[in-house]
């Protein structure tokens, strides 16, 4: 449980910076994608900042095409982001 609200359920993708999750959003009982910072990169300031960053542009954007940012925060220091669960392939 992420930030006593989010429920993950199996891990569905993973990149050089993070991973991303299925969650479910128990206030809301919606489905979600958590994308995390992996642990060991939580001491790289860069890193850290990059992952913040891209957070706050994804809020900006607003598209039918494009899934939202729904929420976002830090767990135990990490942080994490909450969107949208798409369904579809992979890029």
């Keep these: 449980m992420i930030a006593e609200r ?3 359920v199996a ?19 919606q489905a979600v994608a958590l994308k995390m910072l992996h642990a060991n990169r939580v001491d790289d300031e860069q890193a850290v900042l990059r992952f913040e960053r891209e ?8 598209h039918p095409c494009v899934v939202k940012y729904l929420d976002a ?3 135990e220091g990490v942080p994490f982001g909450i969107m949208e669960l798409s369904d579809g392939e992979t890029l």
Excluded: H, L
Excluded at 55 to 62: E, F, N, W
């Design 55 to 62: 957070a706050m542009a994804a809020r900006s954007v607003s």
């Design 6 to 8: 989010y429920e993950v």
């Design 73 to 75: 925060g830090r767990f």
């Design 11 to 29: 891990a569905i993708g993973r990149g050089a910076m993070s991973t991303v999750y299925y969650a479910q959003d128990r206030a809301t009982d």
